[in-house]
């Protein structure tokens, strides 16, 4: 589960790194999403589901919680893919459960499962500037500045999604949260 903001309007913001991350993943497979139900744009891989919440990102949960129920998924099976603002620009941090950590899309799900006991793969976008707002922070368009990293980034978590499907959560862990 990429979570962000449906509409091109938000493509390109640090709130819509899980999007950024699916699509570019998906499009490095040759696939592309579609229209699918529970207010969502679906990719099926392999023996997984990629999904893209098309609820805006404060909903995420009316449109996790059911395909949860839909495929009999435990929380423990589905990966939630976030912008986090307690990591720099750059990092990347698989976790196996754990808080909203002020993340109103991640409580969101958390709300809708009941349970905080579900994988996610935080993508560090870094702290505002003193002053500026936490919500225009993260719904401002990442820099030209910021690119290079972003592009670097979307390189190492599709080759971090790669492992995680071939070697589970806790390897993947322990090679991708080092840097």
């Given at each position: 589960m990429g979570l962000g903001n449906p509409g091109p309007k938000y493509r390109y913001t640090r709130h819509n790194f899980g999007f950024l991350v699916l699509d570019f993943f998906a499009?490095?497979?040759?696939?592309?999403?579609?229209?699918?139900?529970?207010q969502s744009e679906i990719c099926p891989y392999k023996d997984v589901l990629?999904?893209?919440?098309?609820t805006f990102m404060n909903l995420?949960?009316?449109?996790?919680?059911p395909w949860v129920r839909k495929l009999y998924l435990k929380p423990e099976q589905v990966l939630v893919i976030h912008d986090d603002l307690d990591l720099p620009l750059g990092r990347i941090k698989f976790v196996p459960k754990g808080g909203a950590g002020g993340h109103r899309g991640v409580k969101s799900i958390i709300d809708a499962?009941?349970?905080?006991d579900f994988p996610r793969l935080k993508l560090g976008i870094g702290r505002p500037a003193p002053?500026?707002?936490?919500?225009d922070y993260v719904?401002?368009?990442?820099?030209?500045?910021?690119w290079?990293?972003?592009?670097?980034?979307l390189e190492k978590t599709s080759e971090a999604l790669d492992f995680l499907?071939?070697?589970?959560?806790?390897?993947?862990?322990?090679?991708?949260?080092?840097?």
């Open positions: 499009q490095k497979k040759g696939l592309s999403f579609a229209p699918g139900p529970f990629l999904v893209k919440p098309q995420s949960g009316e449109a996790v919680s499962l009941g349970t905080k002053g500026q707002e936490v919500k719904l401002e368009r990442f820099s030209t500045d910021e290079p990293t972003v592009e670097s980034i499907l071939e070697n589970g959560l806790l390897k993947t862990m322990s090679i991708y949260n080092r840097a």
